[in-house]
T-cell receptor, first 116, second 119 residues
Framework: DSGVTQTPKHLITATGQRVTLRCSPR?????VYWYQQSLDQGLQFLIQ???????AKGNILERFSAQQFPDLHSELNLSSLELGDSALYFC???????????????FGPGTRLTVL | AQKVTQAQTEISVVEKEDVTLDCVYE???????LFWYKQPPSGELVFLIR??????QNEISGRYSWNFQKSTSSFNFTITASQVVDSAVYFC????????????????FGQGTELSVKP
């Protein structure tokens, strides 16, 4: 158990709909990262938050947005869903950067999104 | 641009065999970080190791060992005396140096190598 929690575990919805995925980082971790894992694209970085502020963006569609709340949990909002959005969405958290440089990210169990 | 290549898509071995998973990376950064993650059939991603670019020492942890060679931009992973429980998809990943405001540090993953260990 990594200590990162994600809900829901599975989500089935229809095209055009909007969903919200939730992530709670490990206790003490300030950074939250979102990744998408799909068969054709592999594991791709979407967006990073640090202590409530957006810090980096990857290949995140405009239909997707995220935020990190004062209690450090994060939500990823996916709207106008398309069939191609079906994927496993991971949240990861890490401690803040230190003089040691990048630190390992610990991943949640993922949310499997199926768009029908 | 940064890139990670895991040329082996699938590997199948028999229990107790040694197996090496290859990872080749590309980056223009002088400081970078390399990782290995394991994704068992249950789907979660499990952290295995982090290696800094300025530390070329190889590492051994039980049956696992890692060989980092900057000269060939490779960070290979060897499992000695493989077991059925080692069956999983293994990902190699690359990260840049995070900024002073904790921006960056995103992981760039290879396509993964699916290891199947048969009894």
């Amino acid at each position: 158990d990594s200590g990162v929690t994600q809900t829901p575990k599975h989500l089935i919805t229809a095209t055009g709909q909007r969903v919200t995925l939730r992530c709670s980082p490990r206790s003490g971790d300030l950074s939250v990262y979102w990744y998408q894992q799909s068969l054709d694209q592999g594991l791709q970085f979407l967006i990073q938050y640090y202590n409530g502020e957006e810090r980096a963006k990857g290949n995140i569609l405009e239909r997707f947005s995220a935020q990190q709340f004062p209690d450090l949990h994060s939500e990823l909002n996916l709207s106008s869903l398309e069939l191609g959005d079906s994927a496993l969405y991971f949240c990861a958290s890490s401690v803040e950067w230190s003089l040691a440089g990048a630190v390992e990210q610990f991943f949640g169990p993922g949310t499997r999104l199926t768009v029908l | 641009a940064q890139k990670v290549t895991q040329a082996q898509t699938e590997i199948s071995v028999v229990e107790k065999e040694d197996v090496t998973l290859d990872c080749v990376y590309e980056t223009r950064d002088t400081t970078y970080y390399l990782f290995w993650y394991k994704q068992p059939p249950s789907g979660e991603l499990v952290f295995l190791i982090r290696r800094n670019s300025f530390d070329e020492q190889n590492e051994i942890s039980g049956r696992y060992s890692w060989n980092f060679q900057k000269s060939t931009s490779s960070f290979n992973f060897t499992i000695t005396a493989s077991q059925v429980v080692d069956s999983a998809v293994y990902f190699c990943a690359l990260s840049d140096q995070p900024g002073l405001y904790n921006q960056g540090g995103k992981l760039i993953f290879g396509q993964g190598t699916e290891l199947s260990v048969k009894p």
